[in-house]
């Protein structure tokens, strides 16, 4: 069947540095991919979207970037910083036709070190 | 939580006994999810509701039930809990986000330890 996975189920990095987070998916009809924020004890949080015809897109200290050719999607946060641990999962929506279908990944946990 | 409240908030119970679970938007949201998580998953849809009295299945609908009687509240009934059902749930409403996509809003959570 298909779905969207992580590769890296954990990330830790120093306060400071940039992270990248990293999510395969394999529904070549999917058309948005969606970054999640998940903190301890909270319900999951919308960072960033991304519509399948674009391959970048930035907000505020973070970036998505989508390569369709291998089908992989990331996440960069830039000068990460403590109140940025938690819990990141990307979702996949197929939106066409009758079969809408939002799949979530597993999740990456990341830590960021003092 | 931008408008969205789930209780109880953690619920310790028996299995065979019914549990309900509540969720309220402020947000005049027509279409309203429930999800599970669950260590190991992503989070996995239950059953949602389109508009009042409208709902439909999720991929996990089984031994769960939904109403909706009016848009700001969408109820979870457990019939008879059991322990496989030991999660935290999460409420969704859904708005479009920057890019277009359809974008879930969720609750704070709602954690059920089936004993």
């Known amino acids: 069947g298909e779905s969207v996975g992580l590769h890296l189920p954990t990330l830790s990095v120093q306060e400071g540095d940039n992270s990248i987070i990293n999510c395969a998916y394999s529904?070549?009809?999917?058309?948005?991919f969606i970054w999640y924020k998940q903190e301890s004890g909270k319900g999951p949080q919308f960072i960033i979207d991304?519509?399948?015809?674009?391959d970048k897109r930035q907000g505020q200290r973070v970036t998505v970037l989508l390569n369709k050719t291998v089908k992989h999607l990331s996440l960069q946060i830039a000068a990460t910083q403590p109140g940025d641990s938690a819990v990141y999962f990307c979702a996949d929506l197929d939106s066409g036709g009758s079969n809408y279908k939002l799949t979530f990944g597993k999740g990456t946990l990341l830590t960021v070190n003092p | 939580d931008a408008g969205i409240t789930q209780s109880p908030r953690h619920k310790v119970t028996e299995t065979g006994t019914p549990v309900t679970l509540r969720c309220h938007q402020t947000?005049?949201?027509?279409?309203m999810y429930w999800y599970r998580q669950d260590p190991g998953h992503g989070l996995r849809l239950i059953h949602y509701s389109y508009g009042v009295k409208d709902t439909d299945k999720g991929e996990v609908s089984d031994g769960y039930s939904v109403s909706r009687s009016k848009t700001e509240d969408f109820l979870l009934t457990l019939e008879s809990a059991t322990s496989s059902q030991t999660s935290v749930y999460f409420c969704a409403i859904s708005g479009q986000g920057p890019s277009g996509a359809n974008v879930l809003t969720f609750g704070a959570g709602s954690r059920l330890t089936v004993l």
């Open positions: 529904n070549s009809a999917s058309d948005y």
């Open positions: 991304i519509r399948s015809n674009m």
């Open positions: 947000e005049n949201h027509r279409y």
